[in-house]
């Protein structure tokens, strides 16, 4: 029975302990913890960047090489990717039957031509005796008749000639600009046709453009660009290689396409590049940088300051010693900075680093770094 009474008197003392802690504990209650931040204001700076977009490069103009007369390849008289001048021989076909042709189209303009010369000495000779009413009228007309055909007939001896001529002609192929030429599709030999044989193909190498696709909301500030006065050493467009090299030579626009690409948003725009060292080949891409000085100054903010959530940008912002977590839209980024289209104010208070411990409603230390 003593030893009943004594757990009883324990358990009602442990219940008295419990109790006397919890209401201590309810009237003093944890104060959260404070984190230290470190800060900076939001102010408006004047930038100056370059804005990139992917180009490729492409020959001012290019023609594919095809044959104008059938026959079979005999000379060819360039090397493959050699550079080409205007009028500069490239292929020869077989001359053989085209020359034949203008043997055969000569000596026909010939006979035609005697004959005509025989039918006005008829004609001639058959008026003279009409004004002495000598001669039958009939065969007055039908001389005039036989003047008239063998006038055509010569006529189309001549068109002959041409024809078998320029058929002659086309069997010699020349490069119709100076440009840079490729590897030959045809070897001496081959038997080739119009339409149906592509012989190679000649591109112009100096100089070069480079076309990408620009926002239609930005056509009114390339068209103001394509205005401006051609200078060499206006540095607005430029180029960076595949290899990382920036190009020395800087570049103008020369056209906007004629519309917009419904499906995307975007037109084609075109800008030119000087090229005397054949650096540049049509086909390769590269990154266009295009000079963007904003007259207007721009919301800049430290790029760590920013924080991403499934597709969506945040800051925090410091309001009395606690932060909010506040939406923003991020602009272009410049090295360690990037401006802010929306979401922010100047003068807002903006958590640079230890953003990584906070919530929304965090109290924090904040120590200013400007």
């Not at 204001?41 to 007369?69: C, F, H, R, W």
């Not at 396409?257 to 995307?264: G, I």
Request: glycine share 6%; aromatic share 8%; proline share 5%.
């Amino acid at each position: 029975m003593k030893k009943y009474f004594g757990i009883v008197i324990m358990v009602a003392a442990g219940s008295f302990i419990w109790i006397s802690c919890s209401s201590h504990a309810s009237t003093n209650p944890q104060q959260p913890a404070v984190i230290p931040v470190t800060s900076v204001s939001v102010k408006l700076k004047k930038t100056g960047y370059y804005d990139e977009y992917p180009g490729t490069m492409t020959a001012l103009n290019q023609v594919n090489i095809t044959p104008e007369v059938s026959g079979y390849i005999t000379g060819i008289h360039f090397r493959d990717g050699q550079r080409v001048t205007k009028g500069q021989l490239l292929y020869t076909l077989d001359q053989q039957q085209y020359q034949a042709n203008v043997l055969q189209a000569s000596a026909n303009y010939r006979v035609a031509l005697a004959n005509q010369q025989m039918a006005q000495q008829d004609a001639d000779r058959y008026l003279f005796l009409q004004k002495n009413d000598a001669i039958a009228t009939q065969l007055v007309d039908h001389s005039l008749t036989g003047l008239q055909t063998a006038k055509m007939q010569l006529a189309a001896a001549k068109a002959a000639i041409q024809n078998v001529q320029t058929s002659l002609k086309y069997s010699t192929i020349y490069a119709p600009f100076t440009g840079t030429i490729g590897i030959s599709l045809v070897k001496p030999g081959t038997a080739v046709s119009p339409g149906a044989t592509l012989l190679n193909t000649i591109s112009s190498d100096n100089p070069v453009a480079v076309d990408f696709n620009v926002d239609e909301k930005e056509i009114s500030r390339f068209e103001q660009l394509q205005q401006q006065p051609i200078s060499k050493t206006d540095s607005t467009f430029m180029i960076r290689l595949p290899n990382g090299k920036l190009y020395p030579f800087n570049g103008h626009v020369t056209l906007l396409d004629r519309a917009v690409d419904p499906q995307t948003g975007t037109i084609k725009t075109r800008i030119v590049f000087d090229n005397p060292s054949n650096e540049l080949k049509a086909g390769m891409s590269c990154t266009v940088r295009v000079q963007n000085n904003s007259k207007d100054p721009q919301l800049l903010i430290p790029y760590k300051a920013v924080t991403e959530q499934l597709g969506e940008y945040f800051v925090f912002l410091v309001n009395n010693n606690t932060v909010r977590q506040q939406k923003i839209i991020p602009g272009r980024v410049l090295g360690d900075e990037v401006i802010v289209s929306q979401g922010l104010h100047v003068g807002d208070i903006v958590v640079t680093e230890g953003t990584g411990k906070l919530n929304n409603g965090s109290a924090v230390s904040s120590t200013s770094k400007e």
